[in-house]
């Protein structure tokens, strides 16, 4: 891989993603956007948002990941739900994951 | 306007609360985490060790650039590699529409500061100002965590080879987790959002990456969006 090609791909994949993200708010004031649609924006954002954890979660690319992984993010999803900080978290999801492929070799 | 930093910076937690301020360092912290992960994960991969600042400066979102390193290390080539990214960053279109009156004041700004973390933790504020103030501030220290975290995770790179055996790829979605959990108390939210979720994962096997995620869209139909009453 060349560094060119690397970089050439960062500022491409860079510019791509902020054209996207600039679409709304450059577009927002020309358009009048009805409140009902814009609840429904985000809606999609969450939707997209749990489908991107859920797909990261799970999967390997298009394959499977190890149960490890699945098991540490549903360690930090009970803990999330009752309300430990974000560090504790991460790190409880991490280690579990951990844990499980230290003891399952 | 003459504003004496520390009178600035006094002002700025004033206006946020600790609480709130709290949980945002705490966000950063996590990110910083991941960031570690995601750099040495791209350079245990075998990419150069000044890739993954590049992408956290350029790109700055955090699931398009592991899956940019997880297409070249499988030999996917660079093309097929920014492809991949836009289709999951296309994400970031009704993002847009959800936060553009938040940053109304700086649309460039806001723009490039639009990571899914701050978003999520911005939407999670119900009064406007305050959701403008949570998002710049998150927006800004996300960009240095982040890269601080790619930078630290790319040197921990070349120093580890296997970053699985510290469980680092289950950060990620851990983190995303822990950021629209607030969203999800909401009934008719998770409903809708676990049904997204299945038909992504459903369909992962079979679609591009990135394509299944945003299919998970097709659940909105559940929410009956065409009713002309709010439910």
Same mark, same amino acid.
């Given at each position: 891989?060349?560094?060119?090609?690397?970089?050439?791909?960062?500022?491409?994949?860079?510019?791509? +993603?902020?054209?996207?993200?600039?679409?709304?708010?450059?577009?927002?004031?020309?358009?009048?956007?009805? =409140?009902?649609?814009?609840?429904?924006?985000?809606?999609?954002?969450?939707?997209?948002?749990? =489908?991107?954890?859920?797909?990261?979660?799970?999967?390997?690319?298009?394959?499977?990941?190890?149960?490890?992984?699945?098991?540490?993010?549903?360690?930090?999803?009970?803990?999330?739900?009752?309300?430990?900080?974000?560090?504790?978290?991460?790190?409880?999801?991490?280690? +579990?994951?951990?844990?499980?492929?230290?003891?399952?070799? | 306007?003459?504003?004496?930093?520390?009178?600035?910076?006094?002002? !700025?937690?004033?206006?946020?609360?600790?609480?709130?301020?709290?949980?945002?360092?705490?966000?950063?912290?996590?990110?910083?985490?991941?960031?570690?992960?995601?750099? @040495?994960?791209? #350079?245990?991969?075998?990419?150069?060790?000044?890739?993954?600042? #590049?992408?956290?400066?350029?790109?700055?979102?955090?699931?398009?650039?592991?899956?940019?390193?997880?297409?070249?290390?499988?030999?996917?080539?660079?093309?097929?590699?920014?492809?991949?990214?836009?289709?999951?960053?296309?994400?970031? /279109?009704?993002?847009?529409?959800?936060? $553009?009156?938040?940053?109304?004041?700086?649309?460039?700004?806001?723009?490039?500061?639009?990571?899914?973390?701050?978003? @999520?933790?911005?939407? @999670?504020?119900?009064?406007?100002?305050?959701?403008?103030?949570?998002?710049?501030?998150?927006?800004?220290?996300?960009?240095?965590? !982040?890269?601080?975290?790619? /930078?630290?995770?790319?040197?921990?790179?070349?120093?580890?080879?296997?970053?699985?055996?510290?469980?680092?790829?289950?950060?990620?979605?851990?983190?995303?987790?822990?950021?629209?959990?607030?969203?999800?108390?909401?009934?008719?939210?998770?409903?809708?959002?676990?049904?997204?979720?299945?038909?992504?994962?459903? /369909?992962?096997?079979?679609?591009?990456?990135?394509? $299944?995620?945003?299919?998970?869209?097709?659940?909105?139909?559940?929410?009956?969006? !065409?009713?002309?009453?709010?439910?």
């Amino acid at each position: 891989m060349s560094t060119t090609s690397l970089v050439v791909g960062a500022l491409l994949l860079g510019a791509a +993603t902020f054209a996207i993200r600039a679409t709304g708010p450059l577009l927002h004031s020309r358009l009048q956007v009805p =409140a009902r649609l814009m609840a429904l924006m985000s809606l999609a954002a969450t939707v997209l948002l749990v =489908a991107l954890l859920a797909t990261s979660a799970l999967f390997d690319g298009q394959e499977l990941s190890d149960p490890a992984r699945p098991a540490g993010v549903a360690v930090g999803g009970v803990l999330a739900w009752r309300r430990a900080p974000f560090v504790v978290v991460v790190l409880a999801a991490a280690g +579990t994951a951990a844990l499980i492929r230290a003891l399952g070799g | 306007m003459a504003v004496r930093p520390l009178t600035f910076l006094r002002q !700025w937690r004033d206006d946020l609360g600790p609480a709130l301020l709290r949980d945002i360092v705490l966000v950063n912290l996590a990110i910083c985490l991941v960031g570690i992960s995601y750099g @040495a994960i791209t #350079v245990g991969e075998g990419l150069p060790v000044w890739l993954p600042n #590049v992408m956290s400066v350029v790109v700055l979102a955090g699931a398009s650039q592991f899956l940019f390193t997880g297409i070249i290390a499988t030999g996917g080539g660079v093309v097929a590699a920014v492809l991949a990214g836009i289709l999951v960053n296309l994400r970031h /279109l009704p993002f847009g529409f959800a936060l $553009a009156d938040t940053v109304r004041e700086r649309p460039l700004l806001g723009s490039y500061l639009m990571i899914d973390e701050v978003v @999520a933790f911005s939407l @999670a504020q119900k009064e406007a100002e305050v959701r403008r103030k949570v998002f710049f501030t998150c927006g800004f220290l996300l960009l240095f965590f !982040w890269n601080l975290g790619s /930078l630290l995770g790319a040197l921990l790179g070349q120093a580890i080879t296997d970053t699985e055996v510290f469980g680092l790829d289950a950060a990620f979605p851990a983190v995303l987790l822990a950021l629209v959990m607030p969203a999800l108390r909401e009934a008719s939210t998770l409903g809708i959002a676990v049904l997204g979720a299945a038909i992504a994962l459903a /369909l992962t096997p079979f679609l591009p990456a990135g394509t $299944a995620v945003l299919c998970a869209l097709l659940a909105l139909v559940a929410a009956r969006p !065409w009713r002309a009453e709010p439910p």
